[in-house]
């Protein structure tokens, strides 16, 4: 209960001076709350590949951390070194508590307390041994983080931060601090990338061709974000002071809405297509981190460099086939929903009004991922219809509660009642099982 209302005090003091999305994203990003957030901004931030921000996790806690350091150092007087220390770990686990409790935040805290002890003991350590420690510990108490998407690509982050940002950072050296810090924070986004695009390719079939521009204006303004945020939590009902720490919080939130919805709005901000076998993902993976750790032209290099192109060449084929794809799909709804791709144009069908289409759009997300076009929209709110497309002709006719597509040559008869079963060559919805479906969502033929 107490932790809930100091969840309710600190969520008061943000919305004592935000409103809107500016609001939705402060308690996104300072408490994990992410109810808010319209469907908009989650758009801005999948496209612009900074999803990874709205998740409280291994950056934010880094972050508070170094922040809450700073702070204590100037009370090293009063309170010592290791208690200070030992106080702000005791803050983290609260904070993780506050912001949800998430394997992402509980991996984020427990690494960063181990490090932050294991520098009190003053014995040498490597930070990577702490972070299959922590993963090893964390799925000791719960093996299902194995298969969460958070854990895979949280830790797939930090390992290539702690593998590669070094040799990444090492490939330029600035002598202007302002350059030398940026390029620092663009080797941090890389190394993390790096790791984690195969796996993201994998998951999510879309690549964010600008995510190193959208890295690196949220390095700088979320680390504003929160150290405004976590001292707007202390000023808040003092005047002038809690405003003005308002106003810094505002400015904020407004430029990296603002920065995310251009770059969203650039020529070619998303490449979408991705559809490939799960074993390139570690393949890629290591070709690109031996291509990082190596020297140019080594044998190693000159191996991973062949296998990474050879990978690479391969995703860009299959990408290729599936935008050009000639196919009928037909999507798993109560009501008879189907769609046609021949080449880049995708004609959808619905059995509603048109009225009713936009509610049936949510369906075409995932598929369009996976199978990118120009989709036009056809509703066929009747007994019986026909289309015709080039070569293509798709016919469909009502028999009781059975329906029937041909396309073609080609009869596909789909079930609308669990209780009638006319033969075993049915498709029965709205619940897919076949051999053919695309993750239980859509049949293919």
Same mark, same amino acid.
């Given at each position: ?7 309710? *005090? ?192 994998? *998951? ?84 690109? *981190? ?137 498709? *029965? ?17």
């Amino acid at each position: 209960q107490k932790i809930l209302n100091l969840h309710t *005090y600190l969520s008061d003091a943000i919305k004592e001076y935000l409103s809107g999305q500016e609001l939705a994203l402060a308690q996104a990003l300072i408490l994990g709350d992410k109810s808010l957030l319209n469907q908009e901004t989650k758009s801005a931030f999948s496209s612009t590949g900074a999803m990874h921000v709205l998740a409280v996790s291994g950056m934010h806690i880094a972050l508070i951390l170094k922040i809450l350091l700073y702070i204590a150092s100037f009370f090293y007087r009063f309170i010592s070194r290791k208690n200070a220390t030992l106080f702000i770990v005791l803050l983290l686990w609260i904070y993780a508590i506050l912001t949800g409790f998430s394997p992402s935040i509980i991996r984020a805290v427990f690494t960063f307390s181990m490090l932050a002890i294991a520098q009190l003991s003053g014995n040498n350590f490597r930070p990577i041994n702490i972070l299959f420690f922590s993963a090893l510990v964390l799925l000791i108490l719960e093996p299902l983080f194995l298969y969460d998407i958070g854990f895979q690509l949280s830790y797939l982050a930090m390992i290539g931060i702690y593998l590669t940002y070094e040799p990444i950072a090492s490939w330029f050296t600035p002598r202007n601090r302002v350059l030398d810090f940026f390029w620092k924070g663009t080797s941090i986004g890389f190394a993390a990338q790096a790791m984690t695009i195969p796996l993201m390719l994998y *998951y999510f079939h879309q690549f964010p061709n600008y995510f190193i521009l959208s890295n690196l204006i949220l390095l700088v303004l979320s680390g504003i974000i929160l150290g405004a945020g976590i001292t707007l939590f202390v000023t808040w009902k003092i005047p002038l002071v809690g405003q003005l720490n308002a106003f810094i919080l505002f400015v904020s939130l407004w430029l990296s809405l603002v920065s995310l919805h251009w770059i969203e709005g650039l020529p070619g901000a998303v490449a979408y297509g991705f559809h490939f076998p799960f074993f390139i993902v570690p393949l890629l993976t290591l070709s690109a *981190y031996f291509l990082i750790l190596y020297v140019p032209f080594s044998r190693v290099w000159m191996f991973s460099s062949l296998l990474f192109a050879i990978l690479l060449s391969w995703i860009v084929l299959l990408r290729f086939d599936n935008m050009s794809s000639h196919h009928l799909v037909i999507f798993n709804h109560s009501k008879l929903t189907f769609a046609l791709k021949n080449g880049e144009q995708i004609h959808c069908f619905v059995d509603t009004s048109p009225q009713e289409i936009s509610k049936a759009k949510f369906m075409l997300d995932a598929y369009t991922k996976c199978y990118p076009g120009n989709i036009e929209w056809h509703a066929i709110k009747g007994l019986n219809g026909s289309f015709i497309l080039g070569n293509d002709t798709i016919t469909w006719q009502t028999k009781e509660d059975e329906k029937v597509i041909r396309w073609n040559r080609k009869n596909i008869p789909i079930q609308f009642s669990a209780t009638h079963k006319s033969d075993s060559k049915s498709i *029965y919805m709205p619940w897919i099982e076949h051999p053919k479906s695309l993750k239980y969502g859509a049949i293919i033929y």
